[in-house]
């Protein structure tokens, strides 16, 4: 069935609330509001206001608490009205969800999904507009996903919720509206599974979350200049699927990254470091890397494009990869 991205949230939400009692949600506006990016309709009216909690403007405090739950048996989901507000609860992420199942040696789990948009959107400016993923991923302890279709983040969150461990679930803010094929009945996708969205022979592009369907789309433009790129889409950031990104750039010899962060510390930094030692000796070329640029996001739309990355970036990257071998 196609349904949006955000459809596609609130049925995973909503199939595993149903599933297991222990499950709920909890942040700002998620009951009668139904969420800010309206992800959870329909939700405090079929599972009423103890299990869709709406909560103070205190992300520390309704994460705490989350974690509390968690550590005492239940499944908590935190929506996060972004994940710029994330920072806010830093502390209790970092030193507390992450560190608890090693600090307790095992006698204690953190069954936690913590989720919201993130990324930019249209004019949201410098405060609001930004790609935290590489932070989180930074971090021991927790795992990292950024699914890019209505069917991947669906059956991605339902794997998540189920998980004994605490999970970022990153949702880029312009994907909420974007519509998939989503399979209809019970399904699960395992985390640290990546997946070659489009078959390619002459170079590999890897990228994520919103930058999947730039990717997806310079693929078609190359395709009708006789490059065929393989698009292979992590979904889950860490643990990264190595295996599967590998064999992609074995078989092309060539590859480009695309990510919307900062250049600098960036994923994309990880991700070609971690294969270098696996796909050294099947390389044409050097590895290229195109991201956002490193600057706080500008409010003016002019200036919004060009601090990420857009097609005509991600093609000359490619292009340039053919004429460096």
Not at 108 to 116: A, D, K, Q, Y
Not at 286 to 294: A, F, N, S
Request: glycine share 8%.
């Amino acid at each position: 069935m196609l349904i949006s991205y955000r459809e596609a949230l609130n049925q995973a939400m909503r199939e595993e609330m149903r599933r297991d009692d222990r499950v709920f949600l909890i942040g700002e506006e998620v009951g009668y509001y139904q969420g800010a990016f309206k992800v959870s309709k329909g939700f405090v009216e079929e599972f009423g206001p103890q299990r869709v909690l709406d909560t103070p403007i205190t992300e520390a405090g309704f994460t705490g608490l989350a974690i509390g739950a968690a550590m005492a048996g239940l499944h908590p989901i935190v929506e996060l009205m972004t994940f710029n507000f994330g920072i806010l609860a830093l502390d209790q992420i970092v030193n507390n969800a992450a560190k608890i199942r090693y600090m307790s040696g095992g006698q204690l789990s953190v069954p936690l999904v913590i989720r919201g948009p993130g990324s930019a959107a249209h004019q949201l400016a410098a405060q609001h507009s930004q790609s935290l993923e590489a932070w989180f991923c930074h971090v021991p302890g927790l795992k990292v996903i950024a699914p890019a279709t209505p069917h991947d983040a669906k059956g991605l969150l339902k794997s998540a919720i189920r998980d004994p461990n605490p999970v970022i679930f990153i949702e880029a803010q312009l994907l909420y509206g974007t519509k998939g094929e989503v399979a209809e009945g019970e399904y699960t996708i395992p985390i640290g599974r990546a997946e070659v969205k489009r078959i390619g022979h002459d170079v590999t592009i890897v990228a994520y979350s919103k930058m999947l369907l730039l990717a997806l789309e310079a693929a078609d433009e190359l395709a009708r200049e006789g490059i065929q790129a393989e698009v292979v889409d992590p979904r889950t950031l860490k643990p990264l699927d190595l295996e599967t990104i590998a064999a992609s750039v074995k078989k092309t010899g060539r590859l480009v990254i695309v990510e919307e962060g900062w250049r600098v510390a960036g994923l994309g930094a990880q991700i070609a470091e971690s294969l270098y030692t696996l796909v050294f000796d099947y390389l044409d070329g050097p590895i290229v890397r195109v991201t956002g640029e490193d600057v706080p996001m500008p409010y003016t739309r002019p200036l919004e494009d060009a601090a990420i990355p857009d097609r005509p970036r991600v093609l000359s990257a490619v292009r340039a990869v053919f004429k460096r071998t």
